[in-house]
Structure formats: C-alpha cells, structure tokens
C-alpha cells in the first residue's frame, strides 16, 4: 500500500509514527528488546502518552535475523500462521555503545542507532541493505489525535533501501516481468486469471542479487511497494499493530533460499511424470469421449510424448 505523495509528504488523512532512539533495552541469551518511543523523550513529562514501538530482534538459525514491531502487542490469536521451524537458542551476539546497538548472527549484523534511530543491515562489515529513520512506521488513517483514536485503521511498514544496480526477485507465482523492480506486489491469492497482477501462489518473500532475501511472516495480504513508491527502497506493509519479518544472508542467491527454506520447509520431490508435457481441455467448454481421443491420438501421431491428460472444468 503507498503511503507517501511525494518524498515529504504523507497522503492525505494519513499520520506516520516512526522510532526516533532506543529508550530501553533489554538483552537476554536469544533476544534482544527494545522501546522505541515515536518522539524523542526528553524529560518525564515526554513517557506520559504518545506512540510506542517495541521491537524484538532474534536469531533463529546462523545468518538469519528476525524483527517483530508491535504498537499493541495483545490481542487474539490470528488464524492461520505459517508452520515455521523457529528453533530457540543462542544464535546472536550483541554488542552495545552509547550510539549502536550491533545485533550479530554469524557474519550477518543489524546495527541499530540508539539516539538517532536507523537500521543498517551488514555482512562482515559491508551493507546488504538499510532503513532510514522514517522507514520503520507505525500509520495511522482518518488520524484526528491520541485522543480521538478510535484504533481504527491501523498498519505496520518498514522499508529497506535498494542500491544502484540492486535486482529484486521472488513473491510467489506471477505474470509480469520477472525482475520485480518497479511493480507494486499485492500478496493475496485469488482467481485471476493467468494475465493480470492477481495470481494464485502468493508469496510474501523476495531475493536480491545483492545475496540476502526478506520473508514477511504475515499469512494475510502483504503489500509490497519494489522500487514503486520510493524508487529506491522496498517497502512492505501489513494491516494491523504488528509487524513480522526475517532477513536472510547468503553468499549467493542459491544459499540465501536454502537458508529460507530451512526455516520455512523444503518442497518434496514431485513424482517423475509430472516432470512431463501435460495437455488440457481448458477452455475446451463442450467435449466428449471422441473429442478427448483425438487430442491423444493427434499427439500420438505426430510423435509427441505426452505423460499426462488434464480434464479441466473450464
């Protein structure tokens, strides 16, 4: 969903809330969690209302970051969730100054500034990607004020920075160009067709050529803004007071998907005859036996294999 008119602006109705340091920290073995108040506290008076954003950072497996934003943390059980193999254990190292928070799993680093909020997203040393101080967001719509808000409206963003030549792939089945840099990605399977921007394999995670991925742990729609609403910067949003996801790092592309499959399953091996070439009725809408038979045979006769014979309902 696009937020923004223009760089400076935010569309009308729409309010923005975004971190602006670390207020508190907590670091445990396998987590580290933070308060991450929407304006700068300078003094006792600045705790008693306003926007807050707790942020949890752990590492799952080596080379695997995950961050949970939440403005309300409470609230019912969302139905379904996506079965992950989340293992609990002692995968990150933190290192804290006055300025950072640096956040290691393996070679791959989150660093998070403490005064001035911003994530910068390393492998041994050298940016994969970043969110600037505005990217992170808590947007409210139809905002009137702390006082009138009704909890209406609600949506969790982050955006994460593209470099110069940077490629982005992935998100699931889709009839568009195969580099996603440019498209606006609405995650949400539905029967559309075969030729539009609705596809029926969704998936909330892409690939860059820069050797790291992005899985939005969110089974509802995920919208995903690459390369569209700031050019260069891939956004993604959820409806809601949360927000979930993981970055992955690899040395190439082929690691960072075993790595996201690692987490998320690996496929089973199709058996050998869907491997083949299937022919179908689709949009053959009256057919009988004979007409059937003569599609066989018509491959048959012109020395075609064919392993399997779909009777579609179109």
């Known amino acids: 969903m696009k937020f923004q008119n223009g760089c ?40 008693i209302d306003g926007v807050n ?11 695997v970051i995950r961050v949970q934003t939440w403005h309300h943390k409470g609230r019912a059980k969302r139905e379904p969730e996506f079965e992950l193999a989340v293992a609990r254990g002692k995968h990150l190292s933190v290192e804290e100054t006055e300025e950072t928070i640096t956040i290691k799993s393996g070679s791959l680093g989150l660093i998070i500034g403490r005064k001035n909020w911003f994530m910068r997203y390393e492998r041994d040393g050298e940016l994969l990607t970043r969110s600037a101080p505005r990217d992170l967001a808590y947007i409210k719509e139809d905002w009137k004020g702390m006082a009138y808000d009704k909890g209406d409206g609600a949506y969790m963003r982050q955006q994460l920075g593209l470099s110069v030549g940077e490629r982005i792939y992935g998100l699931g089945e889709r009839f568009g160009a195969f580099v996603k840099n440019g498209q606006s990605v609405s995650v949400w399977n539905e029967d559309g067709g075969t030729s539009t921007e609705q596809s029926y394999k969704n998936i909330p995670f892409y690939l860059s050529n820069r050797g790291y991925g992005v899985f939005v742990n969110h089974p509802e729609r995920v919208d995903f803004e690459v390369g569209t609403e700031q050019v260069n910067k891939v956004a993604f949003s959820v409806e809601g007071e949360c927000l979930d996801y993981y ?68």
């Open 8 to 47: 400076w602006l935010l569309r009308e109705g729409f309010a923005s809330f975004s971190p602006q340091q670390v207020y508190d920290s907590k670091v445990k073995e396998d987590e580290v969690v933070l308060c991450a108040p929407t304006a700068v506290v300078n003094g006792r008076g600045n705790t």
């Open 53 to 63: 954003l707790t942020i949890r950072v752990t590492t799952p497996m080596p080379e």
């Open 247 to 314: 970055l992955f790092s690899g040395s190439d592309m082929k690691q960072v998907l075993e790595r996201y499959t690692d987490l998320t399953g690996k496929p089973g091996l199709p058996a050998p005859w869907t491997f083949g070439l299937w022919l179908s009725t689709s949009f053959t809408t009256d057919y009988d036996e004979a007409t059937v038979m003569s599609f066989i045979d018509g491959m048959l006769s012109r020395g075609i294999p064919l392993s399997v014979f779909h009777f579609d309902c179109c």
